[in-house]
């Protein structure tokens, strides 16, 4: 609503009260709202007439001048320098968090055949190959999704030490006492390449090729042949597949306990393949007998590659066994 007509309902309420006979004198503001010129009141049947009603601002009027802001006191400004401070020679080091730590086991277990069975544990080695050394002999193998790894090894000394290293060189270390070796005799070809670059071939008791008697990668015979007696066996060690592997092959015969007699033909064979073809083949042969270990370095110059598939026929690289019954 606005101040007019709340200006004109109050002169109408007051020209009530005059035609009933009320009058109250209400003091007057100090700030008038309203100045009136002329008033005529009628009587009390007749409307009231109010004119010339001169209407102003409530709002209260500023000073001509304000007075503007007053300035702070400037404050004063110290200059300070810091003192000099030497600066120490050693300064702290950073402390060095700490890690898990791995713990490498092996435990060497000796089994019959003159084997020895290695646990290997590493936790922190998930699926990780490592190396394993005995008297010379070298192959590799891989731990599992929880460090940990099982391996039957042929023995070749009665004081057997094996080392499994990892490729940052830690490692474990363990021994067995094997006597029963000097019952067999055994004959191991090692090589680092392709799982198939070389194998290992026995011919017993004047066996041929692809015949019973010849063992070799495809024809392994179980050991229990061999701690019975009957013949030899073949342990393949190493891990097929993986790039530069150490693979050896290893014929075990019971010598000692035979029950037959006759003779032993022992030859290793190289394939010719895409990965050693015009190349060089390092390999190594072992053998155990009455005066130690034999140990022998072989670098064969493999053909062209025009001879895929072919195979060299490696002869007298081992002393053929002359089996007397027992």
């Not at 009027?61 to 000099?84: F, H, N, Q, Y």
């Not at 067995?176 to 026995?202: E, I």
């Not at 097929?240 to 035979?258: H, K, N, R, S, W």
């Not at 007699?261 to 050693?276: F, P």
Request: proline fraction near 6%.
């Amino acid at each position: 609503m606005s101040k007019a007509r709340r200006y004109i309902m109050a002169g109408g309420t007051f020209a009530c009260a005059l035609g009933i006979g009320f009058f109250m004198q209400a003091q007057a503001p100090s700030h008038p709202v309203a100045a009136m010129q002329s008033v005529s009141v009628p009587v009390l049947d007749k409307p009231v007439e109010i004119s010339q009603i001169e209407l102003t601002s409530a709002a209260p009027t500023p000073p001509a001048a304000m007075p503007g802001p007053v300035a702070l006191p400037a404050a004063p400004v110290t200059l300070a320098v810091a003192k000099e401070t030497a600066t120490p020679e050693l300064m702290p080091q950073e402390e060095v968090a700490p890690t898990f730590t791995c713990d490498y086991e092996m435990d060497a277990a000796l089994r019959k055949g003159a084997m020895v069975e290695l646990t290997v544990s590493a936790p922190c080695r998930i699926n990780e190959r490592f190396t394993v050394h005995h008297n010379g002999m070298m192959f590799n193998a891989v731990t599992d999704s929880a460090g940990q790894s099982r391996l039957d090894v042929p023995a070749l000394s009665e004081s057997a030490v094996f080392i499994v290293s990892f490729a940052d060189g830690e490692g474990a270390l363990a021994t067995a006492d094997v006597d029963t070796l000097p019952l067999y005799d055994r004959f191991v070809v090692q090589w680092s390449g392709s799982a198939d670059s070389l194998s290992l071939h026995a011919l017993e008791y004047g066996a041929d090729f692809g015949e019973a008697g010849h063992i070799w990668a495809a024809s392994t015979q179980d050991k229990a042949r061999g701690i019975a007696g009957e013949g030899g066996f073949l342990t393949r060690l190493g891990t097929p597949g993986t790039d530069q592997g150490l693979m050896a092959e290893v014929y075990t015969f019971p010598t000692g306990t035979a029950t037959r007699a006759g003779d032993v033909t022992l030859r290793v064979e190289a394939e010719v393949s895409e990965a050693n073809c015009g190349r060089e083949l390092e390999a190594q042969t072992i053998a155990t007998g009455d005066t130690g270990l034999t140990v022998q370095d072989l670098v064969l110059a493999m053909p062209d590659c025009e001879a895929i598939g072919e195979f060299l026929v490696l002869k007298n690289l081992f002393n053929d066994l002359k089996i007397a019954q027992n």
